[in-house]
């Protein structure tokens, strides 16, 4: 065997690893870009929050000095103190921590979507190609009974990350690209759309081969994490109402970043209006 | 991917070449590769500890690498000479004194500039030519002197990628340094823009204008002092001007106001971040007529003042920070006399 074939045969066992990162890689940038608005998002309910203490606060004091409780000079020493406690360079920094662990804490909860173990589904009988697309669909809309929180938020926020991450992704291609075309005078015009298109066809290819097996095997996985956790539920209504709330809260942080993700929407639309200026 | 039995996986080639593609956008788009140069510059004892809280903020001097704290408030002597080429060759001699100060020494006429890779690669300009290339690099992105020394330092071209991609990405094509320079090439991004960057910082420190019409006194300077509500002693983070409610607050530099809230000891307030690590804290206003997000140009109204918040008089309390830290507002720009 020549070392060209070995190295092919090795890269091939390895495909589904590779993609893997790939995916990571993809879900990080997502997430990421997520970051552009998610702290302001913070930012504005933690100054939500300390206004309400704050208004709470000398309400509280007034009604203690009505009542006799404290002196007026106390009180509003006392509440003034309190309202200085976290000034707003302080806010601004807490939302920033607060927008970070979030980041961080939703890649990792992701990596157990992307790597976590999952049963190997059967492969079909029938080699024709119709028959293993049919049954795909059938193994994948079996994997969503029961429907729960965790398996309706997560895969399609996952699709929302990856499309975001995309966005970014073909940002730096493009940057990589328009550099190297720039190298050569005679395609120095040609340069920016010719970029923006080589950007635009890389994300889709990415699209293509990640996209839908990382999505189709976070549910997989979900499916299995559901599996798992029947054990506990237990019984009755409650036993139910469990069951389909499984993962909220894992579920509430990822589709809630995937959120961020959507609403920052400059990168491709940019990257679509650039490629388009080609014509 | 998907959990199938995969006897016959092929395409790992261009596996490998996706997750290669993806690992590269990783290290450009993220905050993960200026923290993992930043290690590798460390590990090399070339520079400080990465701070990766610093980065991930992606703002101001702690993402861009600017050193604001070396920064002297007041202006340094400039000579004739330099005046005078600065003027003869067309360019603001405050510039040229910025270039001066922040990259490099002058004696003779010459100046050494840490290597602009664009002007010279030996590192040795004379200032003549400096001041000239510097004037036709600003012609070349219709006389904006600041476009012009960022293309002297990353190129032309690359540079007016970067602005095309940012303008498409910011609503209605308003961009700054640190958002198009994250369009740049990393190497580019990292390395010689960030030396435009430290220009670009002192430049706008220079040229801060005071947010409200001149002639106000300052009723409470920046420093220690004994709170006259909650009576603690601590610093005053700002200088407080004694304006009428109503008086129009502007912005002191071209930026973007990037907070308007309400605080209970603050009152209404507003953020305008001027970029390279220059932000303006104003509280205690009756009204903000900017929005977040707004882009504002240097002297362009944004609020007006008021007495909201824990006050004992309508004033208001301007907080300059440089890197974060609250500085005194009026060691820069144009300030008005103390009471």
Known sequence: ?279 | MAPRADKQARGGLFDLAVMVALLYAVYAMTPFGAVTEGAIRWARGEGQRPDLFATFKGRGAAATGVKLGGIQPRRAAMGDDIRREAGAAGVDAEWVAALVEARGQCSDGHCTVDSPPTVASTGELPLAEALAAWGASAEAFDGDEQLGLEALFVGEAPLRQALTKANAHEQGGATSPEIHGAHLPPALARGPFRAALEIIAIYRLRTLTWPTALGFPITSPFGERTHPVTGQTKLHNGVDVGCPTGTPITAAQRGRVSRVGADAYCGTYMKVDYGTGIEATFCHLSKATAKAGQWVSQGEAVALSGATGRITGPHLHYTLRLAGEPVDALAYGWAPKLD
């Open chain 1, 1 to 279: 065997m020549g070392l060209a074939s070995y190295l092919q045969a090795s890269l091939n066992r390895r495909s589904r690893g590779l993609r893997r990162i790939a995916a990571l890689c993809l879900l990080l940038l997502g997430v990421h870009t997520a970051g552009d608005r998610l702290d302001d998002v913070i930012f504005a309910a933690v100054d939500r929050v300390d206004l309400a203490i704050d208004s709470a606060l000398w309400h509280l004091s007034d009604a203690l000095t009505s009542a006799g409780l404290l002196s007026e000079a106390t009180a509003a020493h006392g509440a003034s103190r309190a309202t200085a406690w976290v000034d707003l360079a302080e806010k601004d920094a807490l939302s920033l921590w607060l927008a970070l662990i979030a980041e961080l804490l939703t890649v990792l909860l992701l990596l157990d979507f992307v790597w976590g173990p999952r049963r190997p589904a059967r492969p079909p009988k029938d080699p024709a190609l119709w028959a293993q697309l049919r049954h795909s669909i059938t193994l994948t809309l079996a994997q969503l009974r029961p429907l729960d929180v965790e398996r309706l938020i997560v895969p399609p926020a996952m699709l929302i990350l990856c499309l975001g991450g995309l966005g970014v992704t073909a940002l730096a291609l493009e940057t990589a690209a328009a550099q190297l075309i720039g190298r050569a005078a005679w395609a120095r015009s040609a340069a920016p759309a010719a970029a923006a298109w080589v950007g635009l066809l890389s994300g889709l290819l990415l699209l293509g081969r990640v996209v839908p097996a990382m999505v189709e095997g976070a549910l997989f996985r979900a499916a299995e994490r559901a599996e798992g956790g029947d054990v506990k539920r237990g019984m009755g209504w409650r036993g139910a109402l469990r069951q389909r709330l499984r993962g909220w809260p894992r579920a509430l942080l990822i589709g809630g970043v995937a959120l961020m993700a959507a609403l920052t929407h400059g990168p491709l639309a940019g990257l679509l209006s650039r490629a388009a200026g080609a014509f």
